[in-house]
Structures are given as C-alpha cells and as structure tokens.
C-alpha cells in the first residue's frame, strides 16, 4: 500500500484487479478491504475452502506486501509466534539484538505484512494475549532486543470455523474486541461450479455433466441430517477431477453412459468421505451418508424429473 495514493488504493479499479482471483466473493471482499484500509485487523469466520486464505493472498499481492502464514494449534507459544534467541548463539555471544531470531509476528510487523493466523481460537489464550500490545498499540517489547514498531500496513488476520468446537478455547473479551469481525460462508451453487469448473478445467458434456454432479452432492454433504460438517468446494473440486480420471480409465466418454453414475459415485466416495464429519449421535457411516445423498441425486431426481 504504501507508495500509493489513498483514492488509488481504495477505488473500484483496485477492487476489481483483487475480485479477478475470486469467485462470488464481491461482498466479502469489499468488507475485508474497507476494514485492512482502515487500519484495522480483522477475524474471517467460516468453514474451511471458502476463499479465505485466496482473498488474502490477492489483496496482499495486490498491494506489495507479505503475508505470513501461522497456524493456531495447542502447540503455538508465545515465543514461536514473537521470536527467540538462538541457544547456541547465546552460549557463545551472550544475549544481544543479534542473537533474536524473529517470528512471525516481529517479521509482519516489521515488514509491514499481514499476519495470517489460521484456526485462531485453537491457539492457547496466553499466546493469543501476547497480540493485544500489537493490535492496540503497533508495538511490542522483547526482552534483550528492545521495541519492535509495526510498519503502517501491519494488520493481524484470524480465521476460525464456527462448526468445529473440538480443542477450541472461547476468546477472551480483550482478544475479541480489538478484532472485527467478517462471516465468510459456503458460495452459492452457480459460484461454486464457476470454482470447480476453474480448477478442474473440465469442458464437453462430459466435463459439464461432471462439474454440476460435483457440485450438487458436496452441497448436499452440508444439509444431510446426520452430517455435523459437510465438505468445503475443495472436495467438489477433486471430485470432478477424479471422476474424469476414472472416466478415462474405463473409456467412458458420454454422460449418458449407463455406467456413468457408479462411475461417479466411486470418485464421490475417494474424494468425500474423508471430508465429511458426522454427528456423534449418528448410527451410519460416512459411505452410507454418501450412497444416500448419490441415491437422491442419480436415482430419485431423475425418476421425479419423468412425465407423469
């Protein structure tokens, strides 16, 4: 951002180089930049494969800055995400500015990045607490270094999934109220065969057939009744890219071929089972859960589709 004119960084001409990486991300992305530009760090809640991180990346290439990628586990201390002193430098050198080897938080602020924290509330509170001095005040003091002062483009970015509460800690109020907050969720059905048929790059009738199949069963994966969480667009995506792989193997070239839908649901099955969560209450398996939405899609909306 920085070299750039403040009506040149927030016009509509900035906005829509950004959109070009992105797929029926308009609104969202319109809220992150007008919260990013007006200085502010920001959590994006959602479910995972919903363009989160490819928003970041386009706004950060777009403006010229890093982005530096940390992900929050029981495992994130605080001195993994500000910085340590090399031991063995220490042994010989004694403690000095040297001897510091900056994290990721020292290295975004100083760069002037953003700081990508990934599954925020699974990190431990302490290290969370360790970003409320660098939110609020740009600036953090590491014992034996001195002040670290964050270049004007630093911003912290955090991502969480509202659907899985499994080793998640709640956030304390300091922590949540220096964050804005954006609800990312699940693209529509025409966004999300745009995504798939654009990673996938699939064409013809059969590439056609495959990509709405693709789609249509991995949104299904969200409302069935036993499914706690259902797969993100990423599994739409290796399903149509399996399903035309095996499609090839087995010299299967029409949509119209009978053995198109078995061949179909073999790839639903590789590419969704290991995708989807069930309800712990539940008394099926992901295979059974993926038979019934297939059955619903290739046998029952067919038969309702006949005259009469």
């Given amino acids: 951002m920085e070299g750039q004119s403040t009506t040149d960084r927030r016009g509509s001409e900035t906005r829509g180089r950004i959109a070009r990486h992105l797929v029926g991300r308009e609104r969202e992305l319109e809220l992150a930049l007008a919260a990013v530009g007006a200085g502010r760090d920001l959590v994006l809640e959602g479910p995972p494969g919903t363009s989160k991180t490819t928003m970041l990346k386009a706004i950060t290439e777009e403006w010229g800055i890093p982005l530096f990628f940390v992900e929050g586990n029981a495992d994130l201390t605080a001195a993994k995400l500000v910085g340590h002193h090399n031991p063995a430098r220490v042994l010989k050198e004694d403690y000095s500015a040297d001897t510091f080897v900056p994290g990721p938080?020292?290295?975004a602020m100083e760069n002037g990045g953003f700081l990508y924290i990934e599954e925020f509330n699974r990190a431990p509170e302490d290290t969370l607490n360790t970003l409320l001095t660098a939110m609020a005040d740009r600036r953090i003091e590491v014992p034996r270094v001195g002040l670290i002062t964050a270049a004007p483009t630093f911003r912290v970015i955090a991502s969480m999934n509202p659907f899985?509460?499994?080793?998640t800690t709640r956030l304390s109020t300091s922590v949540s109220d220096r964050l804005n907050r954006i609800v990312v969720g699940y693209q529509d059905a025409e966004a999300e065969a745009?995504?798939?048929r654009l990673r996938s790059r699939l064409v013809g009738r059969l590439g056609d057939r495959i990509v709405g199949d693709a789609v249509a069963v991995t949104r299904a994966t969200r409302s069935h009744p036993d499914v706690r969480q259902g797969s993100s667009v990423r599994g739409a995506i290796d399903c149509a890219l399996i399903t035309d792989e095996l499609s090839a193997l087995r010299d299967l070239a029409d949509p119209d071929d009978d053995r198109y839908p078995e061949t179909f649901f073999d790839a639903?099955?590789?590419s969704l089972s290991g995708r989807i969560h069930l309800d712990e209450a539940a008394e099926t398996t992901a295979e059974r859960v993926l038979r019934?939405?297939?059955?619903?899609r290739f046998v029952l909306e067919p038969?309702?589709?006949e005259p009469g």
């Fill in 292 to 296: 019934e939405i297939w059955e619903d």
């Fill in 194 to 196: 745009g995504i798939v």
């Fill in 164 to 167: 899985d509460n499994v080793g």
């Fill in 268 to 270: 639903m099955v590789v």
């Fill in 105 to 107: 938080l020292a290295l």
């Fill in 303 to 305: 038969a309702r589709a």
